[in-house]
């Protein structure tokens, strides 16, 4: 028994740091600082505009966001996405004609129905009530892609590195031929909801 505990105090002597006057360790501190980015709204004059009843011509909508990140942006897709108001509820504002990117603005106090969104984005619109269809102009800015995003046609776009910048889409000023009617889209409020997505990658 005696035997046994001598051979355990030099294990433990054997484990134990050895010094000779002084010791000195380390011991170190770490963060992590994750990926992060923020957008905000910036409103400006072309959120609005009046529509000529007799053409459907606007004089010019934009939507404007700007993001910052903290260096690590290819962590993130920023996606813009788009919805209307219907009698159905919240729908996809962004339909393809030909190979361009069309947004369509829904009439706020006189909801369309299903049949006019049906129609609107058929590729070759009759009869659409209260709802009129623009060109998304392509931001030459960005490398943008068109796509479906968890289920939504919409923008995507590539920041390219940069950590403080601006996103803006304009939206044409000339509707699609058979989107607007002075008799069939009524007066009132036109509007569509543009939204930037900020979403992980996997």
Do not use: W
């Not at 623009?134 to 939504?152: H, L, W």
């Amino acid at each position: 028994m005696k035997r046994n505990l001598i051979t355990l105090l030099l294990l433990l002597l054997a484990a134990a740091p050895v010094c000779s006057g002084a010791c000195v360790t380390d011991s170190i501190l770490t963060v992590i600082i994750p990926s992060a980015a923020i957008v905000n709204n910036v409103p400006t004059a072309a959120n609005n505009s009046t529509i000529n009843p007799q053409t459907g011509f606007h004089n010019g909508l934009q939507a404007v966001f700007n993001i910052k990140t903290n260096g690590d942006d290819n962590t993130y897709d920023f996606v813009i996405s788009s919805t209307i108001n219907t009698e159905a509820g919240e729908k996809n504002g962004y339909f393809f004609k030909d190979g361009e990117l069309y947004l369509i603005l829904a009439n706020r106090e006189r909801l369309p129905d299903m049949a006019s969104l049906a129609d609107i984005s058929s590729g070759s619109p009759q009869s659409n009530k209260n709802m009129i269809a623009y060109p998304v102009i392509k931001n030459a800015e960005f490398q943008t892609s068109y796509q479906n995003y968890n289920g939504n046609l919409c923008c995507k776009f590539l920041s390219e590195g940069k950590q403080n910048f601006n996103i803006s889409q304009h939206i044409g000023n000339t509707p699609l031929a058979g989107t607007y009617s002075l008799e069939d889209d009524g007066a009132g409020v036109y509007e569509a909801v543009i939204t930037l997505n900020i979403y992980r990658k996997p």
